[in-house]
């Protein structure tokens, strides 16, 4: 079976919500301020799953809990995390010494 991909690809691009509805006019007033506030919520969130993850190993140790399981799932979560945001404040920096050599 062939697919068309002419007449399928304005179905899919029809489909989505359109760009402007993605973007919360109170959120971004300005070129910097949307990038400020994905920062700071992304890194609220790495703080809450390292939170989560303390309280849960906090709540295993003492017994209040034996559900090893969601604690594990927590930790992992949270480590992956942190992993993601050092990999990505380390690229940025190579990023940026790669542009400061090209000056």
Do not use: C, W
Request: proline share 4%; no cysteine.
């Amino acid at each position: 079976m062939e697919i068309d991909v002419f007449k399928v690809l304005p179905k899919i691009t029809e489909a989505g919500p359109k760009p402007e509805t993605l973007i919360d006019k109170n959120e971004a007033a300005g070129p910097g301020e949307s990038f400020s506030n994905l920062l700071t919520k992304s890194m609220d969130e790495l703080n809450s799953l390292q939170t989560q993850k303390d309280v849960l190993t906090q709540k295993l140790v003492t017994g209040e809990t034996e559900d090893i399981h969601s604690v594990m799932l927590a930790a992992e979560k949270a480590e992956m995390a942190l992993q993601l945001a050092v990999r990505i404040t380390n690229q940025v920096i190579r990023s940026y010494e790669e542009l400061m050599r090209l000056r």
